[in-house]
């Protein structure tokens, strides 16, 4: 069996999705107001210690890391589905360096120096790279905030997700 002590993957967190303008509709509300709910949160991306792993073989089959898509809001005060947390397995004393920003045309030699993000040692620790994007919020969250704005008409977008 080959031993790995180099990998290259590619990691991505989603992107936060966004609110929604929804207003309340009842017989005999006449003001029903706003009821929208907020976009989805992405999920993050941690990179734990599990002390059972020797190598980083399994990282030769698998090289792309990404969280789960989220939800946009919808009306009744209903918020979307936040990411799930993605949590890579990695060996005692690894160390994660950045390789180069994704789309950039000029790629590092091999002896170049490249920027140490995490090293991580003892079993059991876990650390955060990626944060996923924040979710918009949705109309609701606007609500009374002025005497001019009492019924918003806005939304706010999600933010993107990094990758890596």
Known sequence: MRCFDRAKIYVRSRDGWNGVVAF???????????SSGNGGRGGNVYVEIDGSMNSLLPFCETVYFRTRRVEHGRGKMHSGAKGDNVFMKVAPGTVVRQAREVGSEVEGEEGEEKEVLL????????ALLLPGGRGGRGNASFKFKSGMNKVPRIAENGEEGPEM
Do not use: I, N, T
Request: charged content about 30%.
């Open 24 to 34: 309340r509709r009842e017989k005999f509300v006449p003001f029903g107001g706003p």
């Open 119 to 126: 090293e991580l040692l003892h079993p059991g620790h876990r």
